[in-house]
T-cell receptor, first 113, second 113 residues
Framework: AQSVTQLDSQVPVFEEAPVELRCNYS??????LFWYVQYPNQGLQLLLK??????LVKGINGFEAEFNKSQTSFHLRKPSVHISDTAEYFC???????????FGAGTRLFVKA | DAGVIQSPRHEVTEMGQEVTLRCKPI?????LFWYRQTMMRGLELLIY????????DSGMPEDRFSAKMPNASFSTLKIQPSEPRDSAVYFC???????????FGQGTRLTVV
């Protein structure tokens, strides 16, 4: 079975500052890894995904994440955040041979002016 | 494609009434998921289908909950009888086999009074 732990429930940050949202996972098999973003009153949308290959993955809106197999982590980063990045971010994992996606509890990012 | 379409967007009902939530997945996607989101429990996978067949319903909280997928373009989640603790946002998502990316609908906000 897989599980996902998002280490921070809330992250406040000033506009134009860098941010890192942390995610650790556990699994006994190969996995795909995802970050989704949820804006208020909307569904989740994909930011980026890691399937295989390069461990540094670039996504939309200037976000990137790095897969670290030895540390079982998939942290999300952005070098300079905007007010519009205020949202909830979910890390997710899926067994490469399966269908079931497991989501973390979410991290609420607050970007302050 | 219009994306995953859920209806209704909002539903307010009285305790004890039957509630039916509807979902139209993206055409060509062969996996469909129902999630429930609450502040207390986060995003929970209730059930998922592959090729219209229920694969895993272990997340369905009680026998009051049931889900069907009569064809590739339609699914329902029914709660009978509804209770105040069922109040939540219910999301439907679909994906195609291969890379696991899930496309979410806008959600149905259910309030049981």
């Amino acid at each position: 079975a897989q599980s996902v732990t998002q280490l921070d429930s809330q992250v406040p940050v000033f506009e134009e500052a860098p941010v890192e949202l942390r995610c650790n996972y556990s699994s006994s098999v190969s996995v795909y890894l995802f970050w989704y973003v949820q804006y208020p009153n909307q569904g989740l949308q994909l930011l980026l995904k890691y399937l295989s290959g390069s461990t540094l993955v670039k996504g939309i809106n200037g976000f990137e994440a790095e897969f670290n197999k030895s540390q079982t982590s998939f942290h999300l980063r952005k070098p300079s955040v905007h007010i519009s990045d205020t949202a909830e971010y979910f890390c997710a994992v899926q067994n490469t041979g399966g269908f079931k996606t497991i989501f973390g509890a979410g991290t609420r990012l607050f970007v302050k002016a | 494609d219009a994306g995953v379409i859920q209806s209704p967007r909002h539903e307010v009902t009285e305790m004890g009434q039957e509630v039916t939530l509807r979902c139209k997945p993206i055409s060509g996607h062969n996996s469909l998921f129902w999630y429930r989101q609450t502040m207390m429990r986060g995003l929970e996978l209730l059930i998922y289908f592959n090729n219209n067949v229920p694969i895993d319903d272990s997340g369905m909280p009680e026998d009051r909950f049931s889900a069907k997928m009569p064809n590739a373009s339609f699914s329902t989640l029914k709660i009978q009888p509804s209770e105040p603790r069922d109040s939540a946002v219910y999301f439907c998502a679909s994906s195609s086999q291969g890379d696991g990316e899930a496309f979410f609908g806008q959600g149905t906000r259910l309030t049981v009074v």
